[in-house]
């Protein structure tokens, strides 16, 4: 017997593009073989924090399962006030890098299975200026890219590259960082600065290859060349990375400051050219549902 009764599944129906309707049919078919309850919340994208906090505060629920992309999963992770209520996630969104990270690509029937298990893992989330970082945050080209990319009309990965070329010839790279961490200041000219606990970006580079997610801390990771060869080195499976290419940094709590605004990004969602980046571990973590 499960060691709880009401579930709250929360549905982005718009995420990457795809319907959720086998997902909605096998979870009910699962909770109900449970003797379980079930309540579906179906984000609109307006005013969802307020409304699904409402639904949480009557509804009460013990687990919650996310149908859509990292957005939804942040979405109710900021809602949490601490980690009693796990949540199952279904990876079904145009950006998943989270449920990538936990090996989560698995059909609905699994899914379901793992999402109302027993198993879990408790993970950091990272607090950057104020905001929850499921994923991977950055200052620098990457977010200029995403910029770019949210700024055009051209969808897909063909848009992204389209995007990318006047951001490469216009940006003026390497920026100059000064950067706070554990009671020293340190500077660096850098292409991009990432702040991340996952190990890879949803594109599949692994450009973390220390990255935890339970470890109570999240790296700095300075790239400070915009080197073709290397960039590509990170999609294979057992990367060496060039030290002259990547420095990585551990650390609980950072700040990172440049003289100019620079493009920041947080778990894909462009956030403003920003001076002045501040990272630390939140003191909540997440309990999630996992294989
Ligand atoms: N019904 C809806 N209509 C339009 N937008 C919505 C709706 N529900 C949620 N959204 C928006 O979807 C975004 C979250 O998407 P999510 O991360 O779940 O999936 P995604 O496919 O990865 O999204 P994206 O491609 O925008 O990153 C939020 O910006 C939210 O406001």
């Known amino acids: 017997m499960a060691e709880f009764s009401r579930v709250l599944m929360v549905v982005n129906p718009i995420s990457g593009g795809k319907d959720k309707s086998d997902i909605v049919e096998e979870v009910e078919k699962q909770v109900s073989g449970r003797n379980l309850e079930l309540e579906i919340y179906y984000t609109s994208g307006k005013w969802d924090k307020e409304a699904l906090f409402s639904v949480i505060e009557e509804y009460d629920p013990q687990r919650i399962i996310s149908v859509g992309g990292d957005g939804t999963i942040k979405l109710i992770a900021e809602l949490l006030t601490d980690d009693s209520i796990p949540i199952g996630i279904f990876p079904a969104g145009s950006a998943n890098g989270l449920a990538e990270n936990l090996n989560l690509d698995r059909n609905n029937a699994e899914l379901t299975r793992i999402a109302l298990g027993e198993k879990f893992k408790l993970i950091d989330a990272i607090l950057i200026n104020d905001e929850l970082c499921l994923h991977i945050s950055d200052i620098g080209l990457n977010a200029a890219l995403i910029k770019n990319y949210q700024e055009g009309n051209i969808r897909g990965k063909l848009g992204y590259l389209i995007q990318s070329i006047p951001t490469l010839i216009k940006s003026d790279f390497p920026f100059q960082f000064n950067i706070e961490v554990d009671g020293k200041e340190i500077s660096r000219k850098a292409v991009l600065i990432a702040v991340a606990n996952a190990k890879k970006y949803g594109t599949g580079s692994k450009i973390n290859p220390n990255g935890r997610y339970d470890d109570g801390k999240f790296e700095i990771l300075i790239f ?38 620079i493009p920041f990004q947080i778990d894909g969602e462009y956030r403003g050219d920003v001076k002045e980046v501040t990272a630390r571990i939140s003191p909540i973590k997440i309990k999630i549902a996992v294989p």
């Open 224 to 261: 400070k060349e915009f080197n073709i060869p290397q960039i590509l080195q990170t999609f294979r499976e057992n990367v060496e990375i060039d030290e002259d290419f990547l420095e990585i940094i551990s650390a609980v709590e950072t700040r990172i400051y440049s003289q100019k605004n």
